[in-house]
């Protein structure tokens, strides 16, 4: 579209060049030939390419100039029509370069400056001449000039939208980039991370087991947690939901994770659901699960907790997931990435996640989701 705009500008800019040529054209084939119309001209051409053609961008810019080169293009006008009326053809073109080089209402008074111009010539009519102009002329090139100015206007409005319009789009992209980085994140922070810290823990207890004592259960825990990484990822790929809520509900997926994570610690580690169990949207679902998996992976991890509770509560309007143990607990301030992450992804459908811990004393963590 810019360059459309430059297409118009320099057509506009060259217009006058055509009916000069025709007006110098029509005085050489059909006057006596005198030496100061053709240097006239010459100077008129070349003032009219120094002013618009060599520095275009006077003129939105340099008003003062503008008028100093309309002032110009006046005089010279005027001085040929005081040697012949065959330059009464260029005229026309001083209406154009009105509205081309002065700004706002400057424009409008170019015009009617230019209508004084068809007095010039000898032994012109000055009263029919007057009445053509007031009544017709005139208004006819205020009112060309004014619909043309209305139309640069829209232009120029719709190219900025445009513009506008491209910029915020790029920024969506760009958003929207950076969200699915995060979320890729959490997910990958969620599963693989959690089944691998899983599959190394299950494996430095199984080389620390005597001769005697059963390797076979933590090597089998181990593939198993494996095996639960590999499909979780492939499944984050494909951004599908998580394996266990693509054929249980929530309640179910989560008393599996807590199983799941007893088996894995060797730790006492109950679940309870209260409430009317219902269907949730996918995005709720994924986050309280996810919530619940960080939560116990936690307490794994760092609590040393001798017993951890679950509980998911159906209410009214809400979903709410606590998750408590009896560990070591820790400074809440000084949250990991998987506590941030799952802040995000509460966050962003408009939950909320409180988490409460102090040394000694156990950790307790509340997830609260919109369950409309």
């Not at 190394?200 to 181990?222: F, H, W």
């Amino acid at each position: 579209m810019v360059e459309q705009e430059r297409r118009w500008n320099l057509v506009w800019a060259l217009a006058p060049y055509g009916l000069l040529a025709v007006a110098t054209g029509v005085y050489l084939v059909t006057r006596p030939v005198e030496w100061v119309p053709p240097v006239v001209v010459a100077l008129l051409a070349g003032w009219h390419w120094w002013f618009v053609i060599a520095h275009p961008s006077w003129w939105e810019r340099r008003t003062g100039l503008m008028l100093l080169y309309f002032g110009g293009v006046l005089a010279g006008t005027a001085v040929l029509l005081l040697h012949d009326g065959a330059f009464a053809i260029f005229v026309p073109a001083c209406y154009g370069l009105a509205f081309l080089a002065l700004p706002g209402w400057l424009a409008y008074a170019g015009v009617v400056v230019v209508s004084g111009l068809w007095l010039v010539p000898p032994g012109t009519d000055v009263v029919g001449t007057l009445l053509v102009n007031v009544g017709v002329t005139t208004p006819m090139a205020v009112l060309i000039g004014w619909i043309i100015r209305v139309m640069e206007r829209e232009v120029i409005r719709r190219r900025e939208m445009n513009e506008r319009l491209t910029a915020l789009s790029a920024e969506n992209a760009r958003l929207q980039v950076l969200a699915e980085r995060a979320r890729v994140a959490r997910e990958m922070h969620d599963t693989v991370a959690q089944g691998l810290t899983g599959i190394v823990t299950q494996l430095e207890v199984a080389e620390e087991l005597g001769p005697e004592e059963p390797v076979r259960g933590r090597i089998a825990t181990a593939r198993r947690l494996a095996r639960d990484s590999l499909v979780e990822v492939r499944r984050s790929i494909e951004a599908l939901r998580p394996g266990p809520l693509r054929d249980a509900r929530l309640g179910e997926a989560v008393e599996r994770a807590v199983a799941a994570w007893r088996e894995e610690h060797g730790v006492p580690a109950t679940c309870t659901v209260t409430g009317d169990a219902r269907p949730l949207s996918a995005e709720t679902e994924v986050a309280v699960l996810r919530a619940a998996q960080e939560a116990l992976a936690n307490a794994g991890r760092h609590a040393r907790a001798s017993r951890v509770d679950v509980t998911l509560s159906y209410m009214e309007d809400l979903v709410v997931l606590d998750v408590v143990d009896d560990g070591t607990g820790f400074d809440p301030s000084a949250r990991g990435f998987g506590l941030t992450a799952m802040e995000e992804r509460v966050a962003l459908l408009g939950g909320t996640v409180t988490v409460e811990s102090s040394a000694g004393h156990g950790t307790a963590v509340n997830v609260t989701l919109d369950a409309r």
